[in-house]
Each structure stands twice: as C-alpha cells, then as structure tokens.
C-alpha cells in the first residue's frame, strides 16, 4: 500500500471540493486513465463526491465504464453492522470501561489491581486495555482482556467500598461474555481485510458469507439480547447486501482454490430459491470483464 498525498481541504468538505481534490491528485500522478475502484466509507457526501468523479473521468479507461468504480468499504461495513449490535449492551459495556478507567488511571491504583489478582491467584493473560469508542474491534478487546478480572474488580470493591466505582454485576459479566464470544467471527474477518502483507480481496467473500450465516443462527438463540442483537445487525447488514454478490464474488471465483464452487456453495445457503439468479448476475459480471481484458489486451498487442 503507497500513500500518494497527504493534503490540506478546507472547508466545507462538500462533494465538489472533494471530488477537486481527488481528481487534482490523481491527474497529477497520471493515474486518472489508470483507475480501476475506489473504496470509500458509506458517507451520503462520498456517494455524490464519486457521481462526480465518475462523470469527470472517462468511460473507456473504466472497468465496465465505471460499474465497479465505487466500492463500499467492508471493513466499514462491518464497524456500522457491530456498532448497532453492540448498543444493545451499552450499560454493561459502560461499566466494565468505567472500571477499568478508575483502575488504571495511577500507579497506585494499578499496584492494588495487582495485589488483589496476587491475592485471588489470577495471573495477567492480557494486559487490560481502554477502547476507541469509534472502533468496535477495540471494544472486543476491552471486554476480551476484562472477562478474565471480573472477580477482581468484585473483590476491589468489597476492600474499598468507600472508593466511587460501580463493579460491572454478573449479568453485565454474562452479556460481556456472551457477545465477546459472537463478535470473535467480526473481529477475525476485520484482521483480514486489514492485511497488508498479501492480496486478502479473494478471502472477503467467504468472511462476509459466514457471519451472515451466524447472524441467521444468532436470530434463533435462547438468550433475548443475542436474538435484539443479531436482529439489529441483520437489518443494518441486508442494507449492504449487494456488496457480497458483487466484486467480492468475482474475486473468489478468481482464486484457484476457490473458483465458481465456493460462491454457489454459500449462495445456496444464503439465498435458497433465488441462488441460480445470484450466480447468473455475478457469472454475467465475469464474462463482461473477461471480454473486456480481452478486448484492452488485443489493444496493447496491437500497439506494439
């Protein structure tokens, strides 16, 4: 990954100014010919900012003249889709940061921490840490690296009952720990898509198909808050559904180890009755590519 610049907009960031600024930069490096997607966050102004762009750049030089040149962000996707899932236990996520706000906040309070896992005989697997609260995967690890200490934070309590913190209760534990254990599937594919060291877009796919498929299974739980959650997830997930039979598809297919029978094995289970008419969207969507490489190869060989 290259950062090309790094720059200055002033204010107000509206659609035209960014749309100015992007292509100001991409003529600058000759890259306005050379353009196959753009990924951005699924803000209202991005969505303009690419109607824009789109009618600024020319057709001939896009993929499938510009089909594919907007891509939704997935891993922004799935920080909405967690987000909504988590205010569903807000109140006992609150408690669980509040507490480790107090007691991390000075050596002093830290050495107390210490003496009462000394005394409970509760070793450090992790170090605790505080969350963004704008990034889920953060607040996965808070609540992670907290489960193991729920009986120290009790125990501080009854030592100090003088001190101004509220220990997260048993039920708060129980919601932490059970939604720790259904975000573990967000939070591997999270890891995914921010790989840099090799090409990940091929392993999207198969991520975003399992935690739709979880999301279902979730629906059907024992536990109320699991079924409230995976509910508002749904909902917020079906709103981007027609990013997992798009080009993410495409670019399974692609992978030897995957080609057309891993995305008709989880759009029989996704979609049922209607996978035939999935698989022949994305097939024509392939063909149209192929054609077109075809057709700009030929170009380049004529050329020379």
């Given amino acids: ?51 824009i762009l789109k009618d600024n ?13 907007h891509l939704r962000c997935s891993a922004h996707i799935l920080n909405l889709v967690v ?14 940061r509040d507490c480790i706000v107090f007691w991390m906040s000075t050596p002093k309070r830290v050495e107390k921490f210490d003496e009462a896992c000394r005394l409970l005989n509760i070793t450090k697997p992790k170090r605790l840490v505080l969350d963004c609260k704008t990034r889920w ?19 501080l309590k009854r030592l100090n009952r003088k001190l101004k913190f509220v220990p ?32 990940t877009s091929n392993l999207f796919f198969r991520k975003i198909c399992e935690i739709k498929l979880a999301l279902r299974r979730w629906i059907h ?15 917020k997930f079906d709103k981007y559904g027609e990013h997992v039979n798009g080009i993410l598809a495409i670019a399974t297919i692609l992978d030897p180890r995957n080609k057309l029978d891993c995305v008709e094995h989880y759009f029989k289970r996704l979609y049922v009755d209607d996978a035939e ?5 994305v097939r024509e969507n392939l063909d149209k590519l192929i054609v077109e490489y075809q057709k700009r190869n030929e170009g380049n060989n004529s050329e020379d």
Wanted: aromatic share 10%.
């Fill in 137 to 155: 995967n953060s607040t996965y690890l808070m609540l992670q690296t907290a489960l193991p200490f729920k009986d120290v934070f009790t125990k």
């Fill in 277 to 281: 008419k999935e698989l022949k969207r």
């Fill in 83 to 96: 987000g909504d899932g988590l205010k569903v236990i807000s109140h006992a996520t609150e408690k669980v």
């Fill in 168 to 199: 997260p209760s048993e039920h708060d534990w129980m919601l932490a720990g059970l939604v720790c254990e259904k975000l573990e599937i967000f939070y591997k594919a999270t890891k995914v898509f921010y790989g840099r060291n090799h090409p």
């Fill in 1 to 51: 990954m290259c950062l090309f610049r790094f720059c200055f907009v002033p204010s107000p960031h509206t659609a035209p100014i960014l749309a100015k600024i992007l292509m100001d930069c991409l003529s600058h490096y000759s890259l306005d010919n050379k353009i196959s997607s753009v990924v951005l966050d699924n803000a209202t102004t991005n969505d303009a900012m690419m109607s």
């Fill in 221 to 235: 739980s024992d536990v109320e808050v699991i079924r409230t959650m995976a509910d508002s997830m749904i909902e």
């Fill in 57 to 69: 750049l020319e057709s001939n030089f896009l993929m499938l003249g510009g089909e594919f040149l």
